[in-house]
Structures are given as C-alpha cells and as structure tokens.
Nanobody, 127 residues
Framework: QVQLVDSGGGSVQAGGSLRLSCTAS????????MGWFRQAPGKEREFAAA????????LYAGSVKGRFTISRDNAKNTVFLQMNSLKPQDTAVYYC????????????????????WGQGTQVTVSS
C-alpha cells in the first residue's frame, strides 16, 4: 500500500503561482509514475501532468503545458507541481496519484492506470 498526502493549494488571483506537493509513504519505490489530476465542479476528473520516478520523463495536458512543471525529489518521496500563470479555468481540486501500471508513455494520462490517490487539495483562481 502507498499513502499519498497532497498539499499546497490555496486561493490566488489570475496570473499568480502555486506549488503543490505530494508526499508518498508506505511501499514506495522508483518504479512508479506519479500524476496530477484535477476536477472542477460539475466536470469530469482530468489529467494535468505526470512524471516517471525512474526516468524523469514527463507528460502534460495541452491546457497546462508551458505553465505547469512537474518535478520529483525521489530522496524525499515527493512530487511537485509548480503552477504559474494561473487562470480562473484552473480552479479545481487537484489530486496526486501513483501508478505501477502506466507501463507505456501513452498510459501516463489514463486515470484508470493509477492505483493510489491523495485526498485532494483545492486551487481557486479568481479573475
């Protein structure tokens, strides 16, 4: 089992920045792919970004590419999501997730491949 605790959400104005953190405990390891997903009110959960803990390879959704950066600190079992140039449409609950089944790059954005989820952290961007 892996436990994920995500944090760092808050309220900012459009154009501002936030940095989310996700710390893993339990049966962690470098074989995981870590992802960030988000869910806005009344909408489906959607992929934002992912990173392979072993290779460092990253994938971003088109809506966040160039504004968000995902990174990892394997020694601290922590993944970060740096969010810059935030827009009101980025408002959502952000969830950290871990996968040992995202074996191919194309799997990184597939929520069904993720086995463990954090509790979510709210991000609110006002105009």
């Amino acid at each position: 089992q892996v436990q994920l605790v995500d944090s760092g959400g808050g309220s900012v104005q459009a154009g501002g920045s936030l940095r989310l953190s996700c710390t893993a405990s339990g049966r962690t390891g470098s074989s995981y792919v870590m992802g960030w997903f988000r869910q806005a009110p009344g909408k489906e959960r959607e992929f934002a970004a992912a990173i392979s803990l072993s290779s460092g390879r990253t994938l971003y959704a088109g809506s966040v590419k160039g504004r968000f950066t995902i990174s990892r600190d394997n020694a601290k079992n922590t993944v970060f999501l740096q969010m810059n140039s935030l827009k009101p449409q980025d408002t959502a609950v952000y969830y950290c997730a871990a996968s040992r089944r995202a074996n191919y790059y194309n799997d990184y954005n597939d929520s069904f491949k993720y086995d463990y989820w954090g509790q979510g952290t709210q991000v609110t961007v006002s105009s």
